[in-house]
């Protein structure tokens, strides 16, 4: 690295490379890993989403994910590399969007040549921005590259290439240049507009006392749910299986054939008929039998008569099946 690069790019770009010892101990071998990637990762992740305060929510996160599972994180062998993924999938969501702040990226710091960059850089397809920030920014190589981007090697040189001839369009000056020295150009206008932007990540002891209340205030959540969940089919089985409720009664069923019988308007006085109630005899006459059963009897012409049962006001429906025999109108008075 020249002696003249500026500090921030300096810091941008060793950030790929992993401290070289991690203390023993836990808190320590955090704290060094945080101090060691924070500003690098809020710049790169400002980059891939536009916006400041994504980018800090993005390490935050990210830097919460691993103190929750820091001794997994350290057994994989590469915590920079696991914390980049988390802090990349944060800033790369398209989910931000939906926010009405998030949906033009901020100023950014710089000169007027480094907002066009942003700009265009911001107008790629996600995958194209992570491949591209990993390749030119970072400095790493196509096979690392692709083991970030978790994709095979051809997948990641097709972003890379598709992503820098995207950029050739919408920002011309890099256009202009000679082929061979349009990859240096896009790496050192990506880190130079990087190291522009200001960044205050907080102290690494409030990330860890952030993540440990989260991880109670989830904890706590979860067993009140299970509580909760508990004693409501406690509630239920006890409820189901006691017998002190006595069935429900049986619905009364009425034999097929049969009829309701049904209310007159008027009741005797409109001509329904005389007395108690009304009853068709043998002969089509008129008997009277308060309490009779309906019978079914023959007249005199040999058709079949149901006779309703007598009461004030009440007569049968008539039959809603044939009897299969012929009637006459005179039959029926």
């Given amino acids: 690295m020249p002696a003249d690069v500026p500090g921030p790019v300096e810091d941008f770009v060793r ?6 010892v991690l203390p023993d101990d836990p808190v320590a071998a955090f704290d060094e890993l945080y101090r060691w990637q924070a500003r690098a990762l809020t710049r790169q992740a400002l980059l891939l989403c536009g916006h400041r305060r994504v980018a800090e929510r993005a390490v935050r996160w ?5 103190w929750q599972h820091w001794p997994k994180v350290l057994a994989g062998g590469d915590p920079t590399r696991t914390v980049r993924a988390t802090v990349y999938e944060y800033a790369l969501s398209p989910w931000h969007r939906f926010h009405p702040r998030h949906r033009r990226p901020e100023v950014c710091r710089g000169s007027s040549g480094d907002s066009a960059v942003l700009e265009s850089f911001l107008e790629l397809p996600r995958s194209y921005r992570a491949a591209l920030l990993l390749h030119y920014g970072l400095g790493l190589t196509l096979a690392e590259t692709a083991a970030e981007a978790e994709c095979s090697t051809e997948a990641a040189a097709g972003r890379i290439a598709h992503g820098r001839a995207a950029l050739e369009e919408s920002w011309p000056p890099l256009a202009r240049k000679p082929r061979r020295q349009r990859g240096a150009v896009l790496a050192r206008s990506l880190r130079e507009l990087a190291a522009a932007q200001p960044v205050r990540p907080v102290p690494a002891q409030l990330v860890r006392g952030g993540s440990s209340r989260t991880t109670r205030l989830w904890t706590r959540a979860s067993v009140g749910l299970t509580a909760a969940v508990a004693a409501a089919t406690a509630f239920t089985l006890l409820t189901t299986q006691s017998g002190d409720s006595a069935p429900a009664p049986e619905r009364e069923r009425v034999p097929r054939g049969t009829f309701a019988p049904a209310t007159l308007p008027g009741g005797p ?4 008929g005389t007395g108690s109630g009304t009853g068709l005899g043998p002969g089509g006459g008129r008997g009277t039998n308060a309490h009779s059963a309906p019978t079914s009897e023959r007249n005199s012409a040999g058709s079949s008569v149901r006779a309703p049962a007598a009461g004030t006001g009440q007569a049968y429906l008539p039959q809603l099946r044939s009897t299969n025999t012929r009637g ?6």
């Fill in 15 to 20: 950030s790929a490379r992993r401290p070289t």
């Fill in 62 to 66: 990210a830097f919460h994910q691993a």
């Fill in 269 to 272: 006085e409109t001509g329904a």
């Fill in 328 to 333: 006459h109108l005179h039959d029926f008075p």
